[in-house]
């Protein structure tokens, strides 16, 4: 199975503005907006749901894979 010619989709990973550590806790939504804290040094922050057209005008085309032989 080649993936070549499937849909691509955005995955943009988070992390801590402080100290960088992923998968923090998520406690609140309103609306659009998350809110987190940081399991590691406890920072609160948010973070916006985008839609993905939204997303997908700042991604470049990626490039050609080359033939297989």
């Given amino acids: 199975m080649t993936y070549d010619n499937s849909p691509l989709v955005p995955f943009v990973p988070f992390s ?10 998520t ?13 590691h040094c406890g920072t609160r922050y948010r973070s916006i749901q985008l ?8 991604i470049p085309e990626p490039p050609e894979s080359p033939p297989l032989a």
Avoid at 16 to 25: E, L
Wanted: aromatic letters at 4%; one cysteine or more.
């Fill in 51 to 58: 839609a993905p057209e939204d997303v997908m005008e700042l």
């Fill in 16 to 25: 801590c503005p402080d100290c960088k550590q992923h998968k923090p806790r």
């Fill in 27 to 39: 406690h609140r939504q309103q609306g659009k907006i998350r809110y987190h804290q940081c399991g």
